[in-house]
């Protein structure tokens, strides 16, 4: 099955802006997926298909992709923005009915 | 409102089954896909597999063939995840989320699966 990776750990200044990666070959042909989660909540979708926000997420979320890398950008981090960060695209590798998920990105924002 | 309201939380011995359920409302059921994710304490997101719930067609992470089983039941909009022959690293917080194709864009709640002797 495909593999995605991701920076363990970022962190960014309060107001700043911010880009978490996520690289794996899957993501050459699907878009990839974003979710936050807060400790003992349960992951919220953020971003998904070419750049698309569900309703409440702020617009200060987007995604972009190149080639076998997906990102998710904070354009001026807030303190609610401390969180985990995982990727998930659909498996090229084999069966494209098949999903992964990235290992995650923990935001702290300073 | 849109909901996916899970199952309580479990206690099995190694060597068991569990089946966890996620009860949707608020949509037409048999017009999104179904995930099932877990999450084991202290780690990332773990895809398990996915269920049709029109037509009960699944697919399984390669991990987890021959351990999982998907189904559902349309009249009480409810789909199930069991899992057999549970080890200790099965433990782990279960998710439910739906699809429209693009993401998972609603979650259960998640239950909590603990295995020890």
């Known amino acids: 099955s495909s593999e995605l990776t991701q920076d363990p750990a970022v962190s960014v200044a309060l107001g700043q802006t911010v880009r978490i990666t996520c690289q794996g070959d899957?993501?050459?042909?699907?878009?990839a997926s974003w979710y936050q989660q807060k400790p003992g909540q349960a992951p919220v979708l953020v971003i998904y298909?070419?750049?698309n926000r569900p309703s409440g997420i702020p617009d200060r979320f987007s995604g972009s992709s190149s080639g076998n890398t997906a990102s998710l950008t904070i354009t001026g981090a807030q303190a609610e923005d401390e969180a985990d960060y995982y990727c998930?695209?659909?498996?090229?590798?084999?069966?494209?009915?098949?999903?992964?998920f990235g290992g995650g990105t923990k935001l702290t924002v300073l | 409102q849109v909901q996916l309201v899970q199952s309580g939380a479990e206690v099995k011995k190694p060597g068991a089954s569990v089946k966890v359920s996620c009860k949707a409302s608020?949509?037409?059921?048999?017009?999104?896909?179904m995930h099932w994710v877990r999450q084991a304490p202290g780690q990332g997101l773990e895809w398990m597999g996915i269920?049709?719930?029109?037509?009960?067609?699944?697919s399984y992470a390669q991990k987890f063939q021959g351990r999982v089983t998907m189904t559902r039941d349309t009249s009480t909009s409810t789909v199930y995840m069991e899992l057999s022959s549970l080890r200790s690293e099965d433990t782990a917080v279960y998710y439910c989320?739906?699809?429209?194709?693009?993401?998972?864009?609603?979650w259960g709640q998640g239950t909590t699966v603990t295995v020890s002797s």
């Open positions: 989320a739906r699809t429209p194709g693009g993401g998972m864009d609603v």
């Open positions: 608020g949509y037409t059921f048999t017009s999104y896909y």
């Open positions: 269920i049709n719930p029109s037509g009960g067609s699944t």
């Open positions: 899957s993501l050459r042909s699907y878009y």
């Open positions: 298909g070419k750049n």
């Open positions: 998930n695209s659909r498996d090229s590798s084999g069966n494209h009915r098949n999903w992964v």
